[in-house]
């Protein structure tokens, strides 16, 4: 399995891994703001964007292995690796399974828990819808809670934009993303055993991974920090990209251990 990817700037390698049901065009505005600081590898997940699904079980162990091998052909040894929503699960699944990779870790509008019975239920049903009617059902149950009040309010070419990724998900892909998701494992322990220095960002109108959440996985982590993104819901990197590329750019000098280059 090859991850089509896209990539911009040099330097520190940074893997941004997209949130359900969108692909690597969701992370436009960070390949634009962020390639003066490092360099951006946004692969389309597995089923997704330019990514065939093939034929492996459901599982974000089988996604996050993807990333690694990915790693291994752009001849990149450790990395930080971040990610949305999904993303971020399938980061927490790396940082478990590859923990040797990573040089840094962001969890962006995620959450640790796993599902209780009642989401997993749903996540099938919602499986089995998208697969005999499409990703009508998507745009109807998932996509009005995946952008914050502010950008329902007032910005409608963001909410459009958010809405044609939605509607271009492959139903299969999306279908195998729910039953992985729906199989995921709590992960606190793999969070207090991180080595590696963990970036926690969260929309304060995220209302799928509330900021109660992100504050939780940053009590867990041995070293963490918070970066709460105001006027964004759970897509904060879209509806609010220079906050969340400042948040990156920030953590990424951090931990080249000098001071932001944007101040
Ligand atoms: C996402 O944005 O990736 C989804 O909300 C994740 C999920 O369904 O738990």
């Not at 993807?66 to 399938?90: H, K, N, Q």
């Not at 959450?111 to 989401?119: I, S, T, V, W």
């Not at 007032?154 to 998701?181: K, Y």
């Not at 969260?202 to 991974?209: L, R, W």
Request: hydrophobic share 45%.
């Amino acid at each position: 399995m090859r991850l089509y990817t896209r990539s911009a700037g040099e330097g520190l390698p940074v893997v941004l891994l997209h949130a359900f049901p969108l692909s690597s065009a969701m992370w436009l505005a960070q390949r634009e703001g962020l390639a003066e600081v490092c360099k951006v590898i946004t692969p389309d997940l597995r089923g997704f964007g330019g990514s065939v699904l093939g034929g492996d079980v459901p599982s974000l162990d089988v996604m996050a292995d993807d990333v690694v091998r990915l790693l291994d052909s752009e001849g990149v040894d450790r990395a930080v690796v971040g990610g949305l929503s999904m993303g971020g699960y399938v980061t927490m699944a790396l940082c478990r399974r590859h923990p040797d990779r990573l040089l840094g870790v962001i969890l962006a509008d995620t959450k640790a828990g796993a599902d209780p019975e009642a989401a997993r239920s749903n996540r099938e049903r919602i499986a089995a819808a998208v697969l005999q009617e499409g990703t009508s059902v998507l745009l109807k149950e998932l996509l009005p809670g995946l952008v914050g009040q502010t950008t329902v309010r007032s910005r409608a070419m963001v909410f459009g934009r958010v809405r044609g990724l939605v509607q271009s998900a492959p139903p299969t892909a999306a279908a195998w993303a729910q039953r992985a998701m729906a199989d995921r494992p709590d992960s606190f322990d793999t969070l207090r055993a991180i080595k590696a220095p963990v970036l926690v960002i969260v929309g304060e109108e995220d209302e799928i991974t509330p900021p109660a959440e992100a504050g939780a996985m940053v009590e867990a982590v041995p070293d963490g920090r918070l970066a709460v993104i105001e006027k964004a819901g759970h897509l904060s990197a879209i509806e609010q990209p220079e906050a969340f590329n400042r948040a990156v750019s920030d953590f990424i000098a951090e931990l080249a251990g000098g001071s932001s280059p944007r101040g």
